[in-house]
Structure formats: structure tokens, C-alpha cells
């Protein structure tokens, strides 16, 4: 079970409207200025859709995640019998189906695996990145509190702790942006490039 058993799909999408709506999600706007025309976007933890209405609007996406009963409310309440959207129930160790100019872990999805297994999504994505492109991983940034909530125990991921690993995982270009929520905590997204150009 995991720990999103604990909180449905409407009351997460209420906290989400309190943090990032503005009425285009913030933290989408900052990923945005990542995303070129025609480019095709992996959203990993997709969740009940919270970004997936506003990027299938202008790109390609493919949405993947593990907790079946937010799946099934993105099913219902935004795809709506749409049988051929790109929702998928995988984790991101496991799916090897096709390249991405984007790959976006966004709203700390990052910090619901193992720093083992944090490694080798980051290599994992790496083979599912097309040349160039880019992968943007958004997280509290140092001075913002994690969620407290008991339940959660996120392994944080912070952008300076990883610079030295980042060349090692074949990344040639890295950098961290920052941004404030509505509720003015700061974020970090850090920004992973094969090359940088
Ligand atoms: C904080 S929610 C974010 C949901 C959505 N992306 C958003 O920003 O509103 C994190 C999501 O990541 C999913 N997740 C956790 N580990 C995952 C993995 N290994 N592969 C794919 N999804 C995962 C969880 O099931 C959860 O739906």
C-alpha cells in the first residue's frame, strides 16, 4: 500500500489548487519555458491529472504512475472514455517504451523513491531522453519544510547535493531555477541536459 492511500484524489487536487493554481498551475509555467514546439513530454507521478488538460493542449504526452485509484479518477473525470490518451500504470524503473525531448517529475515525485532507486530513475531516463532534451525534477528548495504530514517520508532531493553525480549519470548540463507557490514557498527545479547546447 502505498502512502496515497491516504489522501483521495479530490482532496488532493483541493491542496493542489491552494499551492499552484493561478488558474494555469505556477509550477507549469515554469516547466513550460522547457517545452519547444512539437515536443513530446513524459509526465512521471501523472497522479488524477492535475497538468495532463494543459500540456495535451500544445504537446505529445504520455502520463505514467503507480496508484491505480488516482488512474481511475483521471479516467473518469478528464478522460472520459478518451481510450487512446497516454496514461499508463508503470513505474518510471520500469518503462522503456519510447524516447522524450521532456521528462518532468513534477510536485516532489522525486522524493517517493529510495535514494537507490532515485539513481536509476535518473539512468533510466537518461536512455528515455532524445538528445538534446531536457529533465526537470521540482522540490521544495532547502529552506522549505517538507509536508509533515505523518504519513509521509519523502527522501528529499536537493539540487546541490547532486551536482557531483550528475556528470557521472551522463549528464552534460545542469541547473537549478527557483519559484514561489501561492502560499510563498520556494521551490527548486533541477534542470538535467544530455548536452549542454
Ligand atoms: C505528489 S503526487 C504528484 C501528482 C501530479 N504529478 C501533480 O503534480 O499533481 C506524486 C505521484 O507520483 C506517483 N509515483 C510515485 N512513485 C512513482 C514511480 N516510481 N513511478 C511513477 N509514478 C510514481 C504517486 O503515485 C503520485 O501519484
Redesign the pocket.
Known amino acids: 500500500m502505498?502512502h496515497?492511500s491516504r489522501i483521495s484524489p479530490e482532496d488532493f487536487e483541493g491542496y493542489?489548487r491552494s499551492e499552484f493554481w493561478f488558474p494555469i498551475p505556477i509550477d507549469l509555467i515554469q516547466y513550460q519555458a522547457y517545452f519547444r514546439p512539437g515536443d513530446t513530454i513524459l509526465?512521471?507521478?501523472?497522479?488524477w491529472g492535475?497538468?495532463w488538460n494543459h500540456i495535451v493542449q500544445t504537446h505529445k504526452y504520455v502520463g505514467?504512475?503507480?496508484?491505480e485509484p488516482?488512474l481511475e479518477y483521471f479516467r473518469e473525470t478528464l478522460l472520459r472514455g478518451r481510450i487512446n490518451a497516454n496514461i499508463v500504470n508503470m513505474?518510471?524503473?520500469d518503462y522503456s517504451e519510447r524516447t522524450f525531448d521532456v521528462i518532468l517529475f513534477?510536485?516532489?515525485?522525486i522524493g517517493?523513491?529510495s535514494e537507490n532507486d532515485q539513481r536509476r530513475a535518473l539512468e533510466r531516463c537518461h536512455d528515455l531522453l532524445a538528445t538534446y532534451w531536457t529533465i526537470l525534477l521540482d522540490n521544495p528548495a532547502k529552506e522549505t519544510p517538507y509536508s509533515e504530514s505523518p504519513w509521509y517520508a519523502p527522501t528529499k532531493f536537493y539540487y546541490e547535493d547532486w551536482t557531483n553525480e550528475f556528470p557521472k549519470l551522463g549528464f552534460g548540463f545542469h541547473e537549478r531555477i527557483q519559484y514561489e507557490t501561492l502560499t510563498k514557498k520556494v521551490r527548486e527545479i533541477t534542470v538535467l541536459k544530455k548536452n549542454a547546447i
Open positions: 502505498t496515497y493542489a509526465e512521471v507521478g501523472c497522479g492535475r497538468l505514467l504512475d503507480i496508484h488516482y513505474s518510471i524503473l513534477p510536485w516532489t515525485v517517493d523513491l
